[in-house]
């Protein structure tokens, strides 16, 4: 409805130690998203903040600084302070369950493992949150997976990854425009890209 405003958040943790680990992605997606439209982040609470206008609609463009386990407590404060309802609300993350590059869209779910977004859900109390998953690959047999998401991604990846944080974009994009059926059937893996 015109008027209501958006959030999109980017899970990650700050700090330029982290900016580049496969963990960040969340944060990497709504940079681009960010320079895209010309918003720039600035401090608010507990989270970077940048407002503006994208598909014609007013989006609120977040990344917490709250580190990746206590992403909820963030989300849940600029919920309140914008009036975002849970539909209005989409969160971008990595996924190791998907292949690299991989984008998964959902409009509810558990959280599949993911800290950070099972820190969203009980913040918000409902599992009815949209969200935009990014595919970073299972590690290797020998590889923690705690040590993999903390890494920054490999060369050849991240030559992959260079496209898809623009994919990811442009499926924000779709999903503020166009809503979440239309963003999936676009986006999600099996479906038709492009025109």
């Known amino acids: 409805m015109e008027g209501e405003r958006y959030l999109v958040v980017g899970l990650g943790n700050p700090g330029p130690q982290y900016a580049g680990h496969r963990h960040n992605?969340?944060?990497?997606?709504?940079?681009?998203?960010?320079?895209?439209?010309?918003?720039?982040?600035?401090?608010r609470r507990r989270a970077l903040v940048a407002e503006g206008t994208?598909?014609?609609?007013?989006?609120?463009?977040?990344?917490?600084l709250t580190f990746m386990n206590l992403s909820g407590e963030a989300v849940?404060?600029?919920?309140?302070?914008?009036?975002?309802?849970?539909?209005?609300?989409l969160v971008v993350y990595d996924d190791m369950d998907l292949p690299l590059g991989k984008l998964r869209l959902r409009p509810r779910g558990g959280s599949g493992g993911h800290r950070g977004m099972a820190s969203v859900i009980r913040a918000l109390g409902t599992d009815a949150v949209p969200r935009l998953r990014v595919g970073i690959g299972r590690p290797p047999p020998h590889v923690d997976p705690a040590t993999y998401v903390l890494r920054d991604f490999s060369p050849q990846e991240e030559e992959v990854m260079e496209i898809?944080?623009?994919e990811a974009a442009d499926a924000v994009d779709v999903w503020l425009a166009e809503g979440i059926q239309v963003a999936m059937d676009r986006f999600n893996p099996g479906r038709q890209r492009g025109g």
């Open 164 to 166: 898809v944080r623009q």
């Open 25 to 43: 992605v969340g944060f990497q997606v709504v940079d681009v998203l960010a320079r895209r439209h010309g918003v720039r982040f600035r401090g």
């Open 54 to 64: 994208i598909a014609g609609r007013a989006v609120v463009v977040a990344k917490p």
């Open 76 to 89: 849940a404060e600029l919920v309140r302070a914008y009036a975002i309802t849970p539909a209005r609300l």
